[in-house]
């Protein structure tokens, strides 16, 4: 009866949410890798909702975390702007 209660519990949390940031993730991570770089709010598009904003900044996030990508903004409140890392595989490996 606990573990029911608790998968409940779970679902409430965030009912009906369509954005998967696993999913966001990819997306941003293969825009990257085309493009090279790319501004937060070219990601956003033109009306983004909250959900939409919040789910593609997390990824963020997770991709700068996993040193995928490097963040870069000039000033406050400036756009972002999101770059491919260049990794440096003779480094990690000393």
Known sequence: PA?????REEELVAPGERYSVEERTA??????TERGAVTFS???????????????FIAL???????????????????????????AGALADS
């Open 42 to 56: 070219e990601l956003l598009g033109g009306a983004p909702t909250l959900g939409w904003a919040v789910v593609t």
């Open 3 to 7: 573990l029911a209660a608790r998968q």
């Open 61 to 87: 996030l997770d991709l700068y975390r996993r040193v995928v990508i490097d963040l870069e903004q000039s000033e406050l409140f400036a756009d972002i702007l999101i770059r491919r890392k260049e990794r």
């Open 27 to 32: 997306e941003i991570e293969a825009i990257v």
